[in-house]
C-alpha cells in the first residue's frame, strides 16, 4: 500500500485534478498481512437447535452444504452501469457484464512455496532413463552459438521454398510481389544459416551431475540422447522451476495432401474426437506418473513442429497439444499478464516515478502450468514451467473478503492502475472504455517482496476483458480477434484475502 501512496502523491504533483466521478482518495490499510492470512471464516451454524424455519429450538440440524460462491455472496453473472474513473491522463470509462468464475471447492488454504528443483536427484535419474532410454544421455556444445543444426535448417528452407510456391499464385500483383519479396529474404536467410550451421553438434560425456539449488545458486541440467535415425534425439532439461522432454525424431503421421507448407506430414485433426479425448488421457496421466501436483485440462489444440499453435497453413497439426493447469485446494494458477495500459504510457509513468521500475534482476517464472504434446498415440512432449515446491501450510482454510468488497475494491482501484491518454495533453478526452467480461477466482503465486525466493500461494480475483477505442472502433471478426488477444490480459489483480492490489508482471 505504501506503493500506492507514492503513486498518489506523484499524481498529485502531477496535477491530476479529481472530478465528479472520482476523487483521488484512498484509504490507508494499516493491516498485518501475516495475521490476515491467519484468519478463517465464521463457523457455520451447525450442531444448535433450531426449528424448521432456522429459529433457535427444536432438534440439533447439521448445518446446510455452503459452496464457496455463496459463502462470498458471488453471483454467476455481474453486471454494473457504465461509470468514469479519473485516470493519470485522460477518463476511462468502465462496463461490466461478466460471467463470475468461482471454482466448486468448499474451502481454499493459504501457503508458503520456493523454487527447489522438483525431483530429486535419485528421481532425475529414473526420468532420464525413462525419457531418453538405456543409451547413455551426452551433453552438447554448442559452438559459435550454432544451435540449429543442418537437417533443421533444412527443414526451414524446404518450407520458404513451398510457401513462395504457393504465393506464387496469389491473383492480386501488388500482394503477390510484397509476399514472393518476403518469402525470398527468409529463404536467403535460411540459406545463410544453412552455411554456418554445424552437421551435428560435438558430443559431450555425461558426467552425471544433475539439477540442484534454487535462486542464483540453481545449476541446470540439458541431456541428449540419441535415436534410432541419425541427427534426431530426444532431450530432458531440469531446472530449479522447470521440467522438459522433447522427442525430435520424425513422427510418422498420416500425410495431408491438401498441405503445400510443411516441415512434416501433416495429420488432420478434429476437435472433440476419440483422439482428442485420448490425448487428454494420456497427458493427465503422464502428470499423474511425474508426480508432481494435481492439474485440470485448460485446453486442447492441434500442434506443429514446435508445439505452437497449429494454423491450417504455416503449421499443419502433426500432432495435440495439451494445456493444463496446475491446481490447489481446487483453484487453477492463471498465467494472466497485468495490463495498465500503452507500453510508451507505462514507460513514461516509470521514468517520471508515478510507478516504480520493476525489478528485472530478479527472474520470476510465469504461474505453474504445463503443455503436454501427444503425437501418434504417444507423449512426445512435456514443458512445465514455474513449478514451485510448497514449503507449508499457513491456514488450510483461510477467510476470504465478500465478493461485494471486491467489486468495491475494483471500482475504487482501477483508475489508479491503468493509463491512458496523453501526457503532452492531458484530459484530450480520448475516453477510452474497459470493458469487463469474466471475473475469476485462482490461486496465485505472489512473491514476498523483499524476499525474492519466497512466496504465498493465495486466492485472487482477476478482472479480464478487452479495451475500445473511440478512435478505432471494433466490431465483426476484428472484434472477436481483439477479444481473443485480450483473453491473458487481467486488468486488475485483487488479493480475496484482505484486497491489496498485486501486479502479475512483478509478483507481488
Known amino acids: 500500500m505504501k506503493r500506492l501512496l507514492i503513486i498518489l502523491l506523484s499524481l498529485a504533483l502531477l496535477a491530476c485534478v479529481p472530478t465528479p466521478e472520482q476523487e483521488f482518495v484512498i484509504s490507508k490499510r494499516d493491516t498485518d498481512t501475516d495475521a490476515v492470512l491467519l484468519r478463517t471464516p465464521e463457523p457455520l451454524a451447525g450442531g444448535a437447535a433450531v426449528n424448521s424455519n432456522g429459529e433457535p429450538g427444536g432438534e440439533t440440524q447439521s448445518a446446510p452444504h455452503v459452496t464457496l460462491a455463496e459463502r462470498l455472496g458471488a453471483p454467476a453473472h455481474y453486471t454494473e452501469e457504465e ?17 463470475v468464475h468461482v471454482p466448486d471447492t468448499e474451502k481454499v488454504g493459504v501457503y508458503t512455496a520456493t523454487f527447489d528443483v522438483p525431483f530429486s536427484e535419485t528421481q532425475q535419474k529414473a526420468l532420464i532413463l525413462r525419457y531418453l532410454g538405456e543409451e547413455r544421455p551426452f551433453k552438447v556444445n554448442i559452438k559459435d552459438g550454432q544451435y540449429w543444426r543442418k537437417w533443421q535448417i533444412q527443414e526451414q528452407i524446404e518450407y520458404h521454398q513451398k510457401k513462395l510456391q504457393r504465393d506464387d499464385a496469389i491473383e492480386d500483383s501488388d500482394l503477390r510481389k510484397i509476399m514472393l519479396e518476403a518469402d525470398n529474404r527468409g529463404l536467403q536467410s535460411a540459406m545463410e544459416q544453412y552455411r554456418n550451421a ?17 535462486g542464483e545458486k540453481a545449476t541446470y541440467i540439458t541431456l541428449y540422447a540419441n535415436t534410432d535415425q541419425p541427427a534426431h534425439y530426444k532431450r530432458v532439461a531440469f531446472s530449479a522451476y522447470s521440467f522438459e522432454y522433447g522427442d525430435e525424431t520424425q513422427p510418422v503421421c498420416e500425410m495431408n495432401t491438401n498441405s503445400t507448407v510443411n516441415y512434416r506430414d501433416a495429420v488432420t485433426i478434429e476437435p472433440q474426437t476419440d483422439a482428442e479425448r485420448a490425448a487428454v488421457s494420456l497427458a493427465e496421466e503422464e502428470l499423474k506418473r511425474l508426480n508432481v501436483g494435481t492439474f485440470c485440462t485448460k485446453s486442447v489444440q492441434p500442434s506443429g513442429d514446435s508445439d505452437w499453435q497449429a494454423s491450417d497453413v504455416d503449421y499443419p497439426a502433426t500432432g495435440l497439444l495439451v494445456q493444463l493447469w496446475y491446481t490447489v485446494d481446487g483453484l487453477p494458477f492463471y498465467d494472466f499478464q497485468s495490463w495498465h495500459g500503452s507500453d510508451d504510457l507505462m514507460n513514461y509513468v516509470e521514468e517520471t516515478g508515478m510507478e516504480p ?5 530478479v527472474y520470476i517464472p510465469g504461474q505453474y502450468r504445463a503443455c503436454v504434446g501427444v503425437r501418434d498415440g504417444k507423449v512426445a512432449s512435456i514443458s512445465m514451467d514455474g513449478m514451485h515446491s510448497v514449503a507449508g501450510c499457513v491456514n488450510d482454510n483461510v477467510q476470504m473478503l465478500s465478493f461485494d468488497k471486491i467489486i468495491e475494491t475494483f471500482k475504487e482501484q482501477i483508475g489508479y492502475h491503468y493509463y491512458t491518454g496523453d501526457w503532452e495533453d492531458p484530459d484530450s478526452g480520448k475516453g477510452e472504455t474497459l470493458v469487463i ?72
Open 198 to 214: 554445424p552437421e551435428d553438434w560435438e558430443h559431450l560425456e555425461w558426467d552425471g551431475s544433475l539439477a540442484k539449488g534454487r
Open 83 to 99: 461509470f468514469s474513473r479519473k485516470v493519470p491522463f485522460d477518463t476511462l470509462k468502465v462496463q461490466i457484464d461478466a460471467d
Open 437 to 508: 467480461t469474466d471475473i475469476r477466482l485462482s490461486m496465485m503465486r505472489v512473491r514476498k517482496k523483499d524476499s525474492p525466493e519466497e512466496f504465498y500461494l493465495l486466492p485472487v480475483w482477476d478482472f479480464l476483458g478487452y479495451m475500445l477505442h473511440p478512435y478505432w472502433p471494433r466490431e465483426g471478426e476484428d472484434l472477436e480477434r481483439h477479444k481473443q488477444w485480450a483473453d491473458s490480459l487481467s486488468f486488475l489483480t485483487i488479493n480475496a484475502v484482505d484486497g491489496t492490489i498485486i501486479d502479475r508482471n512483478k509478483g507481488y
Open 357 to 361: 521500475e520493476r525489478d528485472y534482476s
